[in-house]
């Protein structure tokens, strides 16, 4: 007998006693909250709860293999070598303050910013409507651990804990160099660790890190930045907005990731 | 109905409680100053093991097997206050009769409880659950059970009308007689209540006084006293005197868990939690410590639960945290009153973590703050927030990771200055409304988005290139560009009249990279001429 015949035998005998545990169940559809950023929200339905969420700043073909020939006249790829820049002003930071203003501030629940470089400033996230005294705000500075020692432990602990409406990871002035090193096997733990939950896991980055861990993967760049013209009087207020377009390059609420989708919003000084 | 709680061999039962091992052991409880210390009390099994009461405590030690404790004041207390707590439990009408004996008036309860049998059952286990050995009596009036109790092993419920019959065979003893009334009564043979209460009154009056009739009448279960309700103060605390001081935390857990469970059982029994656990250690050759330093030390009463007292004592005054070499004081505040034990163990053996004591422990103390339990109306339709337990360890947890000064809510301060905050602790807020059908779309579409700012802390030294005063060229870290607009200065300045002032020229700068704009907060420094990066526009 084959191994197919014997499955079948098998599925066949336990299917009156188990009957859930034979049928493909497909996976709810997670509920999606809103970011705040109206043309986002419009083109992605919010956040996912319950799974990872990406936004990171640069462009993917900064990573994308390129044909090489060496001195053997042999072809290949070869990735190119970046060294790690400095973040551009990409609004990472003003989305984030957007998402955390919705579910601090409209949905009234209690979120976590796990901030790896101590950038935070809680004066920009008030003004932009951001209940403080619903955040808690973990300031990695590298103590006794590493700071990225420090993001991941406080992370899993956080989402061991559960109860957060929210939990934001910005790991936006890592040097990639440093947060290539988390493995896999980590995402896929907080990924687990969301599943199920109602707790919205976002992670602000430069590059993507997550990989298949995410639910959705936004890659969020400047288009275009309106500045002041320095005729003005001489406040220090230089930008008047700045206008970022998000492409989502990854979802998993789809069967195809939605590669071409874009928006640009702005962001007003 | 009256119910009588009596301990025998207290002083015993008071240090079994603390180390409930010792239950099966032969044991002896020694008293005084060395070397003078003698047995006050032994157990059975230390009898038989030739450990009487009387003797020396070389010559005790000379019995084979028998373990030796000095008598412990402050478990005596723990455990008469958990004995309190426990007749509280079931009765508001309750007398402190003695250490070991504790009086309840039980009248009304059987519609609360069940019968008297039932009410004697309960009480009993009880009392077996917080580690003490009871002796328990029900009767109609309070001197009969509380003779019953002293006489009776387990427990007695006598019934109206039986009081004189069922007292008959106690000894003579239980009524605790004057030592001349009682060596009269044994020369003329009454050695039971039996005997006393059948003597002819009169002549006993001539012969003893009006002392001899009460005594008759007791014997008969003829007595009229009242109960004298008391209401002791809400102190929960526990004092453990260890035999070795302790050097590692890891057995210290267990001691801490036994005291947890101890007054988190006490707590129980009175419908409370705690909202703030104050751990105190005597630390080895801290003895006089508090004494020389503190002027008030000459309050303390010798005797009974000294070490909470210093440490009560030393908390009025903060002597205690400065004095960590000699003792030892944390305290824990919680964001809502809880009652866990395995939460608040937890709690202590991280703080204990994070700050370890500087020396071996002789002598722990735990005192709870009692509150009124937490209660709150859950909702359906109410953001969720985490389950404060929960949130309370996982905060511990992760100020051991990043630093307690790092974990909280930010609190924008009053001032000019710049990125002026405080961090306090986070604490669940409760939702004050619930959630609107469509405000989110109208607040998302009414809100445009605010660019933001990432902090630099502290501020990134940069080195720039003006002309005609406006930045041209910008370099920090790994940044090197051309400035392609700027905007500035806005000169601020603050609190020059202390050391901490400032006055500096604001721009802001876009500054050219390879991949597009960046967009940083400069300013420079009117004292040192040096320019700074603040923060990013993101």
Sequence with gaps: MDSAAVRATVEARLAPRFPNALRFQAPAPSEKVPTGVVEFDRLTGGVPRGAVTEFFSRPLDVFSPRPVVNSLGRSGFALKKEMDTAPLSSGCTSIMLSALAEATGTRQESCVLVDASDAFDPA?????????????????SGTKFSNLEQVLKATD???????????????????????????????????????????????????????????????????????????????????????????????????????????NFKATA | MFAAIFIPDFALE????????????????????????????????????GAVVGLTKAEAEQARGVVLRARSREQEA???????????????RVEDAAADTVLLDIAGLERIFGTPQKIARDLSRKISEIGLETQLAVAANLETALHAARGFAGITVIPPGEEALRLDPLSVDVLAPAPEILQTLDSWGIRNLRALAQLPPIPLSERLGAEGLRLQKLARGEGSRPLVPTDPPLHFEEATELEHPLEMLEPLAFVLNRMLESLCARLQARALATNELQLGMELENGDAVF??????????????????????????????????????????????????????????????EAHPPQAPIRKIFLQMEPARPRQSQTGLFLAASPEPERLELVLARIAGVVGEKNLGVAEILDTHRTDAFRIRRFAPVASSQLPVAGKNKTNSSSRASKLAMRRYRPPLRAHVLTHGGEPVRVSFLNVRGEVTACAGPWRTSGEWWSNDGWSRDEWDVAVQQKNGLALYRMYRDLASESWFVEARYD
């Design chain 1, 124 to 140: 920009s996230a008030e003004a932009a409507g951001v209940d403080l005294a619903r955040l808690l705000w973990v300031r990695c």
């Design chain 1, 157 to 263: 602990l956080l989402l061991q804990a559960g109860g957060f409406g929210m939990v934001i990871v910005d790991l936006n002035d890592v040097p990639p160099s440093v947060a290539r090193r988390v493995p896999l096997a980590t995402w896929f733990r907080f990924r687990r660790a969301v599943e199920n939950t109602n707790t919205a896991l976002l992670v602000f980055e430069q590059e993507p890190y997550a990989k298949s861990c995410a639910g959705l993967a936004v890659c969020l760049e400047q288009s275009a930045v309106s500045i002041q013209p320095s005729a003005q009087p001489s406040h220090t207020r230089l930008l008047r907005e700045m206008e970022i377009g998000a492409e989502v390059v990854r979802s998993s609420a789809e069967r195809k990731a939605i590669m071409s989708a874009r928006v």
């Design chain 2, 14 to 49: 008071a240090i079994v409680r603390a180390e409930p091992l010792l239950r099966e052991r032969p044991m002896a409880v020694l008293e005084g100053a060395p070397p003078q210390e003698r047995v006050i009390i032994a157990n059975a099994k230390a009898q038989v093991a």
């Design chain 2, 78 to 92: 723990a455990a008469h206050a958990a004995l309190l707590d426990c007749a509280h439990a079931f009765s508001p």
């Design chain 2, 291 to 352: 004494s020389r330093f503190h002027p008030e030390s000459a309050k303390l009463t010798p005797g009974a639960n000294q070490t909470a007292q210093v440490l009560r004592l030393a908390q009025k005054t903060a002597l205690a945290q400065d004095d960590g070499h000699k003792n030892y004081l944390r305290s824990i505040r919680l964001p809502v009153p809880m009652l866990d034990a395995k939460v608040f163990l937890k709690l202590l053996q991280l703080d204990l």
